[in-house]
């Protein structure tokens, strides 16, 4: 069952990142990340009304949270900061490289490899597509990779792939050591008191613009059934593939603008597609 909730993970990443889209043109961005990581909390917290909690926490359970909540406040923060700098077209697109660092991280970690080269093809192949995906009209190919060198904002994206390799690893072990339900509900918690913090000492106005709550409220609902999906994929499922397969969200975003705003360049959609499509494939015979 743990590809079905990955694949849950992936639509509603999707449904989020549209909506933080939407929100951009009246809502400030570090209002939206607010919005990302705080106001799913309501959400999460009355699920600990009814699962059993642990009876003990052991010391791995309180290192992966420091870390793992400690490293997504500083991916947040650096997320911000690169979408600020950059273009969106240069920057997201290195996020599709956090499955490649997995396949690192994770042997370290938690002891997990793909299986066999099937699984490997298909991480190449997600990864490969949702770059293609990510690709700015008239860019060329290696334009993200490129600007590495000149500007700051992709390097500060890549940085969030390499960290959020990590944290992936940390939500493995914070849900073998308690349960998805309440590692997920811990863990954002932490993050969103991490966000919350700085943000007091701010001066500036929140934005506004009237009706601006609904999609931050749905932002939240979506990121904690996200959250919740993810955490249960990673319960049973290897961590390369259930990033791998979330990384889709890139796809539904795709269908999302060439059905409902009437998107062009059907070629490259074309092509990133089919290569996430194979590499789903891929895993589901790995």
Known sequence: MWI???????????????????????????TIAWAWKVLSLPFLWPVLLFIPWPETLSPRFWLALAVGG??????????????NADDLSLTLPLLSFTPLFLLITSPLLVGESPGGILGYAGILLIVSGSYILGLGKGRGFLAPLLALVAKPGPRWMLGVAFIWSIAANMDKIGV???????WAACVQ???????????????????????????LFFIGLFTALGLLSQMTAINTGIVPYVIAIKRTS????????????????????????ACMLAGIFCIAAA
């Open 70 to 83: 400690g490293l997504n406040i500083a991916a947040t923060f650096m997320y911000i900061r690169a979408i």
């Open 250 to 273: 890139i796809f539904l975003g795709v269908l999302a603008g060439g059905f409902i705003f009437r998107e062009k360049e059907f070629g490259k959609r074309a092509t990133g597609s």
């Open 4 to 30: 079905v909730f990955a694949f849950l993970t992936a639509f509603f990443e999707g449904a989020k990142d549209t909506l933080c889209k939407h929100s951009l043109g009246y809502t400030r961005e570090t």
């Open 189 to 215: 918690t932490v993050i969103g008191a991490g966000i919350s913090l700085p943000l007091l000492f701010r001066r500036k106005k929140a934005p506004g613009g009237k009706g601006s709550i609904y999609p």
């Open 176 to 182: 073998r050591e308690t349960s998805p339900f309440f």
